[in-house]
Structure formats: structure tokens, C-alpha cells
Nanobody, 123 residues
């Protein structure tokens, strides 16, 4: 079992920046591929970014490249999501996810999830 806890969400103005954190416990963090997903009310959960377990290779949703950056600190068992130039459409609950395999970036391939952290953007 892996426990994931997100933090760092809040209310920001359009154009502002925010950094989310996800801290894992219960297993060896370096063994897991990590990702961020988000879900807005009435919409499906969508992929945001991912980072691999071995070399820290990163992946992003095409629409978010250049604005969002994912990183990890294995010594702290933590993955981060730096969000810049936030837009109103970025408002959502952001979830941290983990898995050991590399079976794709779909949400249903991830085994462990955090509780989510709310990001609200006012325009």
C-alpha cells in the first residue's frame, strides 16, 4: 500500500503561479512512476503530467507544455507540479497518482491516488 497526500492548492488570480506537492509513504518512492491528473466539475479526469521512476523522464499534456513542470525529490518522497500562467480553465481538483509499470498515461492504469487538492482560478 502506498499513501499519497497532495497539498498546495488554493485560490489564485489568472496569470499567477502555484506549486502543488504530493508526498508518498508506505513504499520505496523511487520504484514508482508518478503523475498528476485533474478533474473539473462535470468533466472527466484528464492527464496533466508524469515523471518516470528511473531517469525522471517527464511527459505532459500537449496543451500544458511550457506552463506546467513536474519534478520529483526521491529523498523527500515527494513529487511537485509547478503551474505558471494559470488560466480559468485550469481550475480543478488536482490528484497525485502512482504505479510501478509503464502501461501508458491513462488514469485507469494508476494504482494509487491521493485525496486531491483544489485549485481555483479567478479571471
Amino acid at each position: 500500500q502506498v499513501q499519497l497526500v497532495e497539498s498546495g492548492g488554493g485560490l489564485v488570480q489568472a496569470g499567477d503561479s502555484l506549486r502543488l506537492s504530493c508526498t508518498a509513504s508506505g513504499r520505496i518512492f523511487s520504484s514508482y512512476n508518478m503523475a498528476w491528473f485533474r478533474q473539473a466539475p462535470g468533466k472527466e479526469r484528464e492527464f496533466v503530467a508524469a515523471i518516470s521512476r528511473n531517469f525522471g523522464v517527464t511527459y505532459y499534456a500537449d496543451s500544458l507544455k511550457g506552463r506546467f513542470t513536474i519534478s520529483r525529490d526521491n529523498a523527500k518522497n515527494t513529487v511537485y507540479l509547478q503551474m505558471n500562467s494559470l488560466k480559468f480553465d485550469d481550475a480543478a481538483v488536482y490528484y497525485c497518482a502512482a504505479k510501478t509499470g509503464l502501461s501508458g498515461l491513462q488514469y485507469n492504469t494508476y494504482d494509487y491516488w491521493g485525496q486531491g487538492t483544489q485549485v481555483t482560478v479567478s479571471s
